[in-house]
């Protein structure tokens, strides 16, 4: 078999060499390559997700700025709806950064979106659960919620704010839940972009190949995959969503919180796909080091991740406590224990934690559950506490500011 007219391909001389294979004609028949793939980098937003990391104004400043003078061209600055800091470093990043798109990430709501909007940012990724039965939990009303999606992303649009629409947990759900929320935000909403969110890294690559283009044939805007890595997926299901046809993929500097990683995805796409980012991957390992001394942590490992099984996130322990109303089970996409894994701490209490979090550890801890009143003042001191010792609370601090506020 003769490799020679492909060298320059999948040879760079003084650079790297990788198998020529990744270039005949046969591998890549049925693909749908873009010439240039856009790189969402997410790192300050669901990189900080990760249970315990705790990002200051100042540390997010720092990597946001070396993430522009790389060149990624789409940074995710913040959720604003955390606290007064994230959406004033949201605020500072849109004000302050020119060279690459500064997105807010909300949920469907509008003061969500009205914050987003007061902090000056000209992009939003707003998310909607894929499935059904989230989407009842939340609204009451599968179609409550999806109206109320594509109501705010008009309104964004009125604003002159360009919109992502995000299906969480996208390989979870069918294609006709899928369906019933892709066509009316596009159609109706006038979404600039779909992304699909393989949010528990469970699906193959050949499932979000399927996927991907599944979605294109069925709308004609830019696809984005956001790709996790319980499973060691998570860079090889975003390569395949952009052999699909996806034009942008969601990253995190070291796949910090579990993403697929910013490094493994750009050189990725580069080397063996042969697709331009526009990335100067020679900025790639400062980034890196910097993003592993401000957050403390490595780089992500699947299945024995330190934090793997941690639950810390609002929504996440929402879920949980409206699953034990009902007498069922937190869900949980893979039991540790199948590994030999004891992970005895689910629930633990950070700046990204909710009312809930607070009202399932209490029951944790056989303490009488809180109301909501003081549930909420006591998150206030979590959150607080949390930040300023950037890292999670420990059960004794939480005891301490439980009988504090009082139950």
Known sequence: ????????????????????????????????????????????????????????????????????EAGVPRIEGAMPAVSMEEADTLATMAREITSSDIFGFIWTRKDQLDLAIECGVSNIVMEIPAKIDRQMQIWGNAENGIQKHVELL???????????????????????????????????????????????????PDAIRWLVRKVKDTVDVPIEVHCHDLWGNGTSTA????????????????????????????????????????????????????????????????????????????????????????????????????IGRRIHANIVLGKKSGRHSIMLKAKELNLPIPTEEKAIKMLEKVKQLSTEKRRLISEEEFTRIYREIGA
């Open 1 to 68: 078999m003769d490799f020679g007219r492909s060298e320059k391909k999948w040879s760079k001389p003084g650079k790297w060499v990788v198998s020529p294979y990744n270039y005949l004609d046969e591998v890549r028949s049925g693909w749908n390559l873009h010439e240039k793939v856009i790189i969402h980098d997410s790192t300050l937003r669901d990189g900080e997700q990760a249970p315990g990391v705790v990002f200051r104004k100042d540390d997010k400043l720092r990597i946001a700025y070396a993430l522009a």
């Open 154 to 204: 008009i309104y964004a649009k009125e604003h002159g704010i360009k919109t992502t629409s995000f299906l969480a947990n996208s390989t979870m759900a069918t294609w006709e839940e899928i369906e019933r929320v892709v066509v009316p935000a596009v159609k109706e909403g006038k979404a600039t972009s779909i992304a699909l969110a393989d949010s528990y890294g469970v699906a193959l």
């Open 239 to 338: 390569l395949a969503g952009v052999t699909a046809g996806a034009e942008v993929v969601h990253t995190c500097v070291n796949g910090l919180g579990g993403n697929a990683a910013l490094e493994e995805c750009v050189l990725g796409m580069t080397a063996l796909l042969g697709v331009e980012t526009g990335i100067r991957t020679e900025k790639l390992f400062d980034i890196s080091e910097l993003v592993r001394q401000l957050s403390g942590r490595g780089w992500y490992k699947p299945f024995f991740d330190e934090t793997a099984g941690y639950m810390e996130i609002g929504t996440l322990t929402a879920a949980a406590w409206k699953k034990m109303a009902q007498g069922e089970k937190p869900f949980s996409p893979f039991n540790f224990e199948v």
